[in-house]
């Protein structure tokens, strides 16, 4: 469950070649961390004609950018409502406008550099999985609309229609979102910067970062990087480096299985349009089509036991007609989830920044953190960011709440795949 053994390590088509960091090397911009933000910030920073090295403990996407669900959905668990109430109405609104331009932004650079990620811009459903779970949609729809998105509230039978199941009870439409192959993306992400003049270096852990003389030195085991300015881009696979703080989040496990390829003839019914889904439950579920026609289904949990015998019951409970179909996949990821559910930037010394906190949301906002955070970064001026960066942040019981989220999946799954 711990290596790039998914679906997605075996059916990327984007491979990047990148070596160890051996020896010194200087840059710009140094990046530690090869997922999505690091990936994109390396992307636009190569682009501007800035000296680049990005460094990746392990492989680029070999974290949650590899383990993502592939839904590039605009804005965050959040409806946009509540992030006014937590940032204020002017920041809050800065910030909503900013993600819900970013799964566009998405999409161009997967167009832009020929991306062979499997992009569908069909959107996304947001389903109700139960009669209650309507209210919260509505309230969610209203206030999309009133920002002017491109959402259609769908009553039960619409949904029903769209999903192939009649185990959901409505659905909230986004027309900006769609589905990636989301490894394939953090690698194509990495071929361009490397395409831009970027240097990528892979199996090269960060193991100190400290400032000296006004630069950034960053120690590995086989070398040395100096650089001006420093993104640290490891979210909710931070490791411990040496004279750098990045705070801790909660961190929630997600699980994903995937079936076999399915032609037409059995699973013609299940998201004939296209769409990606995730639902309103406590413990959120996601569904998606791939392009061969696997069926692949999320919930939040990483015991492979119980999640493994959950999803099967879920799936087949979904979708009678695929109780005899054979599940050839299994994997899991992290995400980093901050206790009001918002992204954070943190200033870090002079001249650096950290990213994390997605929340599960990592595709966009992870594409639009990076490329604005190298922005910021290379001119000095922090007012396109996003968010404001803070000079402190702290996340209270981490360790506790990542055990009761983790409790809490078991539980109910363990439940539910009795059933």
């Known amino acids: 469950m711990n290596g790039l053994e998914s679906l997605w390590a075996e059916s990327t088509a984007e491979r990047v070649s ?52 592939g839904l590039v959905n605009a ?10 109430k937590i940032l204020g109405p002017e920041a809050g609104e800065h910030l ?14 997967i167009n832009q550099y020929d991306i062979a990620c499997e992009p569908k811009r069909q959107g996304t459903l947001h389903l109700a999985h139960a009669p209650s779970a309507m209210a919260q949609l509505e309230s969610r729809y209203a206030q999309m609309e009133a920002r002017g998105a491109p959402v259609t509230l769908l009553d039960e039978n619409e949904a029903q ?23 394939a993306y953090a690698q194509g992400l990495a071929r361009a910067a490397q395409g831009q003049g970027a240097r990528i270096y892979e199996n090269t852990p960060a193991l100190s970062a400290a400032q000296h003389g006004g630069q950034w030195v960053i120690r590995t085991a086989s070398g040395k990087l100096r650089a001006k300015r420093l993104l640290v881009a490891t979210n909710a696979y931070h490791e ?23 032609g037409d003839n059995i699973a013609k019914d299940i998201l004939p349009g296209g769409e990606g889904c995730w639902d ?37 409970k979904l979708f009678p007609e695929l109780s005899a179909v054979e599940v050839t996949h299994a994997w899991a990821g992290r995400i980093a989830m901050t206790f009001d559910h918002l992204p954070r930037i943190l200033n870090i010394g002079s001249n650096g920044l950290a990213v994390f906190g997605y929340s599960g949301r990592g595709i966009a906002p992870g594409t639009l953190f990076g490329a604005s955070t190298a922005r910021a970064l290379l001119s000095g001026d922090h007012r396109g960011l996003p968010i404001a960066p803070v000079d402190y942040h702290r996340e209270r019981l981490t360790g506790m709440k990542s055990a009761i989220f983790e409790a809490g999946a078991r539980l109910r799954h363990m439940i539910e795949g009795r059933w």
């Open 280 to 316: 309103t439950g406590l413990i959120m579920s996601s569904l998606r089509r791939d392009n061969a026609g696997r069926i692949i289904l999320g919930g939040m949990g990483d015991d492979k036991g119980v999640q493994a015998n959950w999803a099967r019951r879920k799936l087949t």
């Open 240 to 262: 411990g480096i040496q004279n750098l703080t990045i705070p801790s989040t909660s961190r929630v496990n997600f699980f994903q299985l995937a079936t076999e390829p399915l």
């Open 18 to 69: 990148a070596q160890r960091l051996r020896g010194d090397d200087t840059a710009d911009l140094a990046i530690i961390g090869g997922g999505f933000t690091g990936c994109s910030a390396a992307l636009e920073a190569a682009g501007q004609g800035a000296d680049v090295a990005l460094i990746e403990a392990q492989t680029i996407g070999y974290g949650g950018s590899g383990r993502n669900v």
């Open 75 to 84: 804005g965050l668990w959040l409806p946009p409502d509540d992030v006014c």
């Open 96 to 109: 909503n406008r900013a993600l819900a331009e970013a799964p566009g932004a998405v999409f161009d650079i």
């Open 161 to 183: 229609a769209r999903t192939g199941t009649r185990q959901v009870h409505g659905a909230l439409h986004d027309a900006r979102a769609g589905t990636i192959q989301p490894l």
